[in-house]
């Protein structure tokens, strides 16, 4: 086991941006614990599609955020410092982290960490904080979503997409998603989505007319942007929501403003990586008091995909970037 009171730790990072294979075990000094920090031995980090768009050199890391890569971890806090909770020494934990997390030990704030129950594993609990608090701030607190509303999500079986539908269905709302192939469209169906559409092979608007009887769907939960946007406003009831997270189809969308006023829609779109250290903490307190019961009582656990050693984050990074995953993909130390 790594000692925390080594000077290096191992951790997967790269020389020079590029494809997955630029990934690669290097000695990094083992961070040390600020006040509000907790340092924690590491035992899963979570991917996420910033981390390739981290690794292709289109998304550098916050100020004064750790270079090496990874958003979420798990594992157990093995020292403090000044200011955070003496309590939680030793306790087992999941973090979201600006960055760090591809390593033996990563920094988190004391503030932004929860804790792990009972019966969910330390590789299943790195699994969830960066979809829990993306889809918590942007479905609920953003697009206000409420029981019985139906939300279109792009990108089904993502980490995002599966923790959408498991959060939506806990909250009586209906997920209507949207994925690439028919085995992904019968997976999403299987992991409790009301309808799933193969947008290959089927126009997404026209099926969400045919679904919701014309009416439309109250939220469109957007990854995609770009020419997907009047599509996804098409798709939406009159005072419907359209929250974006991320903008893998294009940072540019044609509005017709003249039928959002009529309409009454309301746009909106966050990321969380750079808000700060405060939202964050609150964030995790909303999280913990909202959402965080379900994982403690067992009906709330991220879809796992397949879990990789640190050593291998490069053949993890090449399953993210295939597509063909269903659900989370974790690197275990």
Avoid at 187 to 204: C, P, Q, V, W
Avoid at 218 to 240: K, Q, S, W
Avoid at 260 to 277: E, F, V
Wanted: net charge negative; glycine share 12%.
């Amino acid at each position: 086991m790594a000692d925390h009171s080594a000077k290096t730790m191992l951790a997967a990072h790269f020389a020079e941006p590029g494809g997955p294979e630029v990934l690669s075990l290097r000695e990094w000094p083992t961070p040390v614990p600020g006040p509000g920090d907790v340092l924690v031995r590491v035992a899963g980090a979570g991917l996420n599609q910033a981390d390739t768009m981290q690794r292709k050199g289109f998304y550098p890391p916050p100020l004064g955020a750790s270079p090496v890569i990874g958003l979420e971890i798990a594992g157990e806090v093995v020292a403090l410092g000044e200011g955070a909770p003496a309590a939680m020494l030793g306790q087992q934990v999941c973090a979201l982290v600006p960055g760090g997390g591809y390593a033996q030990y990563c920094l988190a704030k004391a503030a932004h960490c929860l804790p792990v129950p009972e019966g969910l594993s330390l590789i299943e609990a790195a699994a969830l904080p960066e979809t829990l608090f993306t889809v918590w701030h942007n479905v609920f607190e953003r697009a206000w979503a409420r029981d019985g509303e139906t939300i279109l999500v792009h990108g089904g079986t993502s980490g995002i997409g599966t923790m959408t539908i498991d959060l939506g269905r806990l909250f009586g709302m209906r997920a209507i998603v949207t994925c690439g192939s028919d085995e992904k469209c019968a997976r999403a169906l299987e992991l409790g989505a009301a309808h799933a559409i193969n947008y290959k092979t089927s126009d997404f608007v026209e099926e969400v007319s045919r679904i919701t009887g014309g009416k439309g769907v109250e939220i469109v939960f957007d990854m995609v942007a770009g020419d997907y946007v009047p599509r996804n406003l098409a798709c939406l009831a009159d005072d419907g929501r359209h929250v974006t997270i991320a903008v893998q189809g294009g940072a540019k969308a044609q509005v017709n403003m003249v039928s959002l006023m009529a309409r009454r829609l309301t746009m909106t779109g966050s990321t969380l990586r750079p808000r700060s250290d405060e939202f964050k903490a609150l964030l995790a307190q909303e999280i913990a008091a909202n959402a965080w019961p379900f994982v403690e009582d067992g009906q709330l656990r991220p879809v796992m995909d397949s879990v990789f050693p640190l050593a291998e984050a490069a053949a993890a990074h090449a399953r993210l970037e295939s597509g063909e995953h269903i659900g989370k993909i974790v690197l275990e130390m």
